[in-house]
């Protein structure tokens, strides 16, 4: 009996599990590969499954997930049973760690399953996650481990994104955009990702070289805001790689430039442009001031209560730990879609993240510990999210130390040299 040919969906889908497991995890013959899934995109974690192991992996482990059952946990489970991690979870977490696996997540969570949760539960998970898994995250952190994030079409993100299309029709639209935002599309989407990497190359050295103090923000919204730099930051973008010289790309996709800011170096007001999506929750219309590096105060005409959660997660999760470039007429901006996934909304906006800041934007910062980062100006904390402030007229001006103003973006894009 001969086979039936392939769908395009399927041939897609070959095609990103390939890029997914040999781009963006650089699995190597012989690793580990630690994989997250929801188990509404059960059938896909198969197929990266199938294809890291035709890749030569050692092993893969897959965990599963459940945004229904999650959210029962939440309604139903008291404070303290968030304040701690299973032991069996944390061991998982760092012995994968340990053996040097590489950590994949793939994402297509409904942008607002877990509205009205306490969002002092959500803190809660968060801080015995990073307590408990110390290991795993210091090996992510400090670039010791390959992790990727990567999206899968969900009945129930579909929905959202598209509300007026009926589910099948919804969801088949979003996996054609997710594999657009990929560069699916293109006959080789590994080579098609190494020439975006290599892309990258000329903008974050041109702005290596500036040295820039600070950057300073303003749109008509409101955003008015200076961000200083520490002396030693560095720029990145287009992919990473660990201390051993593993390339990988942690998100796909991705359309931006970043570094780390000086966490005690931020003053002034900023305003969002998109929605941002933080743990099921939907938090729109915002604004937050900073002083001496610290939100001291912030509003939000929807989620002003999750909101408050991030910023007070712990010590240090009111100060900034990233701020990124991305031109508003980025590919996925020009798509017209709004995502509600931050993986993908960051890239069609210049963001900042409240949080933990990047080691590897700082020379010889992954030889450094975690308290010789803080006093560099790196900014620690249990918890790292993106939220965007791209507009069509953004304007952002490097200042260096001697005063030199040099414009970097007009009208939401680069300027000069960086264009």
Same mark, same amino acid.
């Given at each position: 009996?001969?086979?039936?040919?392939?769908?395009?969906?399927?041939?897609?889908?070959?095609?990103?599990?390939?890029?997914?497991?040999?781009?963006?995890?650089?699995?190597?013959?012989?690793?580990?590969?630690?994989?997250?899934?929801?188990?509404?995109?059960?059938?896909?974690?198969?197929?990266?499954?199938?294809?890291?192991?035709?890749?030569?992996?050692?092993?893969?482990?897959?965990?599963?997930?459940?945004?229904?059952?999650?959210?029962?946990?939440?309604?139903?489970?008291?404070?303290?049973?968030?304040?701690?991690?299973?032991?069996?979870?944390?061991?998982?977490?760092?012995?994968?760690?340990?053996?040097?696996?590489?950590?994949?997540?793939?994402?297509?969570?409904?942008?607002?399953?877990?509205?009205?949760? &306490? +969002?002092?539960? /959500?803190?809660?998970?968060? @801080? $015995?996650?990073? #307590? =408990?898994?110390?290991?795993?995250?210091?090996?992510?952190?400090?670039?010791?481990?390959?992790?990727?994030?990567?999206?899968?079409?969900?009945?129930?993100?579909?929905?959202?994104?598209?509300?007026?299309?009926?589910?099948?029709?919804?969801?088949?639209?979003?996996?054609?955009?997710?594999?657009?935002?990929?560069?699916?599309?293109?006959? &080789? +989407?590994?080579? /098609?990702?190494?020439?975006? @990497? $290599?892309?990258? #190359? =000329?903008?974050?050295?041109?702005?290596?070289?500036?040295?820039?103090?600070?950057?300073?923000?303003?749109?008509?919204?409101?955003?008015?805001?200076?961000?200083?730099?520490?002396?030693?930051?560095?720029?990145?973008?287009?992919?990473?790689?660990?201390?051993?010289?593993?390339?990988?790309?942690?998100?796909?996709?991705?359309?931006?430039?970043?570094?780390?800011?000086?966490?005690?170096?931020?003053?002034?007001?900023?305003?969002?442009?998109?929605?941002?999506?933080?743990?099921?929750?939907?938090?729109?219309?915002?604004?937050?001031?900073?002083?001496?590096?610290?939100?001291?105060?912030?509003?939000?005409?929807?989620?002003?209560?999750?909101?408050?959660?991030?910023?007070?997660?712990?010590?240090?999760?009111?100060?900034?730990?990233?701020?990124?470039?991305?031109?508003?007429?980025?590919?996925?901006?020009?798509?017209?879609?709004?995502?509600?996934?931050?993986?993908?909304?960051?890239?069609?906006?210049?963001?900042?993240?409240?949080?933990?800041?990047?080691?590897?934007?700082?020379?010889?910062?992954?030889?450094?510990?975690?308290?010789?980062?803080?006093?560099?100006?790196?900014?620690?904390?249990?918890?790292?999210?993106?939220?965007?402030?791209?507009?069509?007229?953004?304007?952002?001006?490097?200042?260096?130390?001697?005063?030199?103003?040099?414009?970097?973006?007009?009208?939401?894009?680069?300027?000069?040299?960086?264009?």
């Amino acid at each position: 009996m001969t086979a039936s040919p392939a769908t395009a969906l399927e041939v897609n889908l070959e095609k990103y599990a390939r890029l997914i497991v040999e781009a963006g995890c650089n699995l190597q013959p012989g690793q580990e590969l630690f994989l997250t899934s929801s188990v509404d995109t059960a059938a896909f974690a198969r197929l990266i499954t199938r294809t890291a192991y035709e890749r030569g992996a050692k092993h893969v482990t897959v965990r599963y997930t459940d945004e229904q059952i999650s959210r029962m946990h939440y309604d139903n489970c008291a404070l303290e049973v968030f304040e701690t991690m299973p032991e069996w979870a944390a061991l998982l977490n760092n012995s994968m760690a340990r053996e040097g696996a590489a950590v994949l997540s793939i994402i297509s969570e409904d942008p607002e399953v877990m509205t009205g949760i &306490d +969002p002092a539960k /959500a803190v809660a998970n968060a @801080r $015995a996650a990073h #307590a =408990a898994c110390k290991e795993f995250y210091d090996a992510l952190d400090f670039g010791r481990t390959v992790w990727c994030i990567a999206g899968a079409a969900s009945p129930a993100w579909a929905r959202k994104v598209f509300p007026d299309m009926p589910e099948a029709e919804a969801v088949e639209k979003l996996w054609d955009a997710i594999f657009t935002t990929a560069r699916v599309h293109e006959n &080789d +989407p590994i080579a /098609a990702w190494e020439a975006h @990497r $290599a892309s990258f #190359a =000329a903008r974050t050295r041109l702005l290596n070289e500036q040295r820039f103090d600070a950057l300073r923000y303003r749109t008509a919204r409101g955003t008015d805001f200076t961000v200083g730099l520490p002396e030693k930051h560095l720029w990145n973008g287009g992919g990473d790689t660990t201390t051993s010289g593993t390339q990988f790309f942690p998100n796909i996709p991705t359309e931006e430039v970043f570094t780390t800011p000086h966490r005690l170096r931020a003053e002034g007001t900023v305003v969002s442009a998109l929605p941002l999506i933080h743990n099921g929750t939907l938090i729109d219309r915002f604004s937050i001031t900073f002083e001496n590096g610290k939100a001291v105060s912030f509003e939000a005409e929807e989620g002003y209560d999750t909101l408050k959660s991030i910023i007070e997660t712990d010590e240090n999760s009111c100060r900034l730990g990233e701020v990124a470039l991305v031109p508003f007429d980025s590919p996925i901006r020009n798509s017209g879609i709004l995502f509600y996934n931050t993986l993908y909304d960051e890239n069609a906006s210049c963001h900042l993240a409240l949080g933990q800041g990047f080691p590897d934007c700082y020379e010889g910062g992954t030889d450094k510990d975690a308290d010789e980062l803080l006093q560099a100006g790196v900014n620690k904390s249990a918890t790292h999210v993106d939220f965007m402030i791209g507009t069509d007229d953004l304007s952002i001006e490097g200042i260096k130390n001697d005063g030199t103003i040099v414009p970097v973006f007009e009208n939401g894009t680069w300027t000069g040299i960086f264009a």
